[in-house]
């Protein structure tokens, strides 16, 4: 027991880091768990990326990502959901029941939002089966309301669960990401919503801090950091019902500009006197 | 008739005019009405600023701002309270009713939003009543939550209205505006709600455009220019009982390096084909 037998290392959060380096730093910190991220998997071969996690006594806790199912070109989205499968055999050879899902931004020159959601739903019905069928089961990421247009469509752990809700809950999850969740006060009860039916499917931690940078993509905290109520969100998430993997995934070029088993170190050691 | 009717024009969308060139400007393209900020408005001069807006026939639809009433320290709070007597008063000076309230991100240290909501209304319980001796009935701007810790910890017109039905109607407003507001699919009923009380103090455009910058306050996009259904938002706020000015403040440096006659003429153009 060292405390950390629930977190899990989100590659992208020491992204200098090459997948052999990522093995065996986190074994080396006693780290059990990593969240990957396809592009890096794909690179290095995903066989050979599922083998050497194995081998290093790594679990995969989630692949991000799938999604960007908003097209409403036909072409553009047999395209996305031709990717989509292809991020669920990817997930389960990697072993993880979990694909986060990143669902997509307004297409160019929509303003109907609520539109997007609808394609997505659509498209979900033909990707759930496809994923149950291989043991995987995709998880909604609401992301903050600043990446509503370019992004993700679904701003809010409501909407989230609204979409998730019209599947299964063994075909359909969602996934608390203190980053994208922090400032929504009606989040304490969803997060209930979303335990009673055992929807969650990952949970992530970042802390917000400002100013955000130009694109408002890479600005977020190292744990500790920024104004998030880090152990109050576990608490809820595990109140709730949540027992799986907490996982730090943080973009911060700050961090990547670090030695990566440091970067490890400060995250382990935030996680555990501020989170577990 | 020129369609302008219900236009106003907030002074920060043409910053580079100064006060009185945007009395004549305003006179020349025929908008009747103008949002003005304190900053700039002290600096000329309160009762000389508002003189001049008389004299060219124009009617100030809003002042921006109040706010910032989160602080814990009481010296804080205490000079808090006293800088918006003062806006009250400036307000009052320039024949407007409504002054906008910016409600202040989290203190250093921080991290509860909803302690700091509840300073806002322990802050306003003390302010309202000044202000309607005076005929000024402050409004509430819920903005976007990027803006949650260093700015408003009001993020949704949900928070805004919880805070304003503190008080009488006719004592304390909010403010809906698109940009802040454009990604909640909840808006719809919390306008139909704000405008069943006669809560809506003020209806402000800008259009949600991306990347956004450094900082992200000076991302705003020119009407039309991004993804917000602003004809929509208006036609809500109209169905709700909004009869009010429609207010266009964008904040954007490319539109301060233009000719502010064009801009003006641009702005006025995208407002007439898009919003009314």
Chains 1, 2 share one sequence.
Do not use: K
């Not at 027991?1 to 200098?16: C, D, P, W």
């Not at 020159?109 to 609520?114: F, K, P, Q, V």
């Not at 701003?155 to 922090?182: C, I, K, N």
């Not at 961090?255 to 490890?264: H, S, T």
Request: proline share 5%; glycine share 10%; aromatic share 6%.
């Amino acid at each position: 027991m060292n405390g950390l037998e629930r977190f899990s290392l989100n590659q992208e959060t020491i992204r200098q880091w090459s997948l052999p380096e990522l093995a065996e730093g986190c074994a080396e910190a006693g780290v059990r768990r990593v969240g990957l991220w396809r592009a890096p998997v794909r690179a290095y071969g995903v066989e050979r990326a599922a083998r050497l996690m194995r081998e290093a006594g790594l679990t995969v806790s989630s692949l991000c990502r799938g999604g960007f199912l908003t097209a409403a070109d036909p072409a553009d989205r047999a395209a996305a959901l031709a990717d989509n499968r292809a991020a669920v055999d990817e997930a389960a050879a990697l072993g993880t029941d979990t694909l986060v899902l990143v669902c997509g931004g307004l297409p160019e020159g929509s303003r109907d939002l609520c539109a997007a959601r609808e394609r997505i739903a659509d498209a979900l019905a033909e990707l759930v089966p496809y994923a149950a069928e291989r043991g995987v089961r995709p998880a909604i990421e609401p992301l903050h309301p600043m990446f509503a247009s370019d992004r993700c469509v679904v701003s809010t752990l409501a909407q989230a669960l609204d979409l998730a809700e019209r599947f299964p809950a063994d075909r359909m999850g969602v996934v608390v990401d203190t980053y994208h969740l922090w400032w929504d006060d009606t989040v304490p009860r969803l997060i209930e919503r979303a335990g009673a039916s055992g929807r969650i499917a990952a949970f992530q931690l970042a802390d917000w801090i400002t100013p955000l940078p130009e694109g408002v993509l890479l600005g977020r905290g190292q744990l500790g950091d920024g104004c998030v109520d880090l152990r109050g969100f576990r608490e809820r998430v595990d109140a709730a019902g949540y027992t799986g993997p907490v996982e730090a995934e943080i973009f911060n070029p700050a961090l990547w500009a670090r030695d990566g088993a440091e970067v490890l170190a400060e995250t382990t050691e935030r996680y555990r006197r501020l989170v577990a």
